[in-house]
Structure formats: C-alpha cells, structure tokens
C-alpha cells in the first residue's frame, strides 16, 4: 500500500466532512430564516450548533494530512500550498471568530424571544450579514483551494483563486441578509 494515496485519500474524507458540515449549517441558516416561530426555528438552531462541533475535526485533518502531503512530495516553499495554508488558516478563524460569534447572539436573541412569533430582534438575526457571509464565503475559500490543489499555480493566481472563492460566497449570500419589503412591514406591524 502507498502511504501517500492513503493520506490523500484521508485528504479528501476531511474535505467531504467540511463541506458536508458546511451544507447541513447552510440548510440551517434557510431554515432558521424562514421560521416564523420559536418553535420553528428552535430545531434547525440545535442542529446547526451540533454541526458546527465538525469543522475542528476537518481543519485539523486537512491541516495534517496536507502537512504529510507537502512534506512527502512538494516542499515548505512551495507558493501555492503557502497561500492554502494561510487560506485554510482563514477559514479556521472566521469559522469560530465571526461566524461562531453571530450564531450565538442568534441563539442569545431566540431565547430572548420567547414562544411564539419571532419578533423583530430574531428574525433580523436570522439575516444575520456577517453570519451569512461566511457560512457561504468559507467553502469558496476552499474551492479556491481545490482549485490551487489540482491546478498548482504561481502566487498571484493561487491568491486569485482563492479570493474569487471567497468574492463568490460573500456575493451568493448577501440576498439572504436582507429582508424583503413584506417582512419589515410585518416586523414593523405584526397586525398586518
């Protein structure tokens, strides 16, 4: 058996939990946007807070089989796994900094709210720009990062990849941030 197909067979199961971590928080966010109570809203929360326990797993695998990757067949200074490494170290942050951070002022707002009809406070949560940004701009950061894996470009089109990744997921989920002009006025006037 090769040691190395073996490592970058593990490569690619870290990357599958990610994003298949990353659809499950993704679906969430759909459906904590759409909830119209507490009780709607509340399972989709909990699942996405489970969830999220996944990303540590896949960082660190990704980390270290791509270490072993590096170490066994290209080298340290090799400028488009540098620009990987530091991307991969971007979504390891943004993760737990910012996106960590909004989901739990979303659940702090939920629980604020009570039974009922979400009001004002937590359905702007749920539209949350920041939390919604990264949720879509961590995997594009990642396919630029596959993109740098199997195309192994120079420095400006490895950061090129990776940017466009993350210019794509950021522009994907700025509709999903915004309420529309049906939902201020009910927010504004539950009666109506």
């Known amino acids: ?23 499950i928080v993704g ?11 507490l009780a709607d809203a509340a399972p989709w929360g909990m699942l996405a807070g489970k969830t999220e326990l996944v990303f540590p797993v896949a960082i660190v695998g990704l980390f270290a089989t791509g270490a072993y990757l590096t170490s066994d067949l290209w080298t340290w200074d090799t400028r488009w796994i540098d620009v990987s490494i530091a991307a991969l170290a971007v979504v ?15 659940e702090h707002a939920l629980q604020e709210n009570g039974p009922g009809p979400l009001g004002d406070a937590a359905r702007r949560m749920t539209r949350d720009a ?62 109506t």
């Not at 759909?30 to 119209?36: G, I, N, Q, S, T």
């Not at 942050?93 to 996106?99: K, S, T, W």
């Not at 894996?149 to 950061?159: R, S, W």
């Open 1 to 23: 058996m090769h040691t190395y197909q073996t490592v970058l067979y593990l490569h690619l199961i870290f990357l599958m939990l990610g994003f298949g971590a990353a659809a």
């Open 27 to 37: 679906v969430c966010l759909f459906r904590l946007r759409a909830a119209e109570t």
């Open 92 to 106: 390891a942050l943004q993760g737990p900094v910012i996106a960590g951070r909004r989901a739990k002022a979303l």
């Open 130 to 191: 920041a939390l919604w940004t990264v949720t879509f701009a961590n995997p594009g950061i990642v396919l630029g990062i596959m993109w740098n894996m199997t195309q192994k470009p120079g420095i400006g089109e490895a950061i090129a990849a990776v940017a466009i990744g993350y210019a794509v997921g950021a522009a994907l989920a700025f509709p999903f941030t915004n309420l529309t002009a049906g939902e201020d006025r009910a927010i504004a006037d539950p009666t």
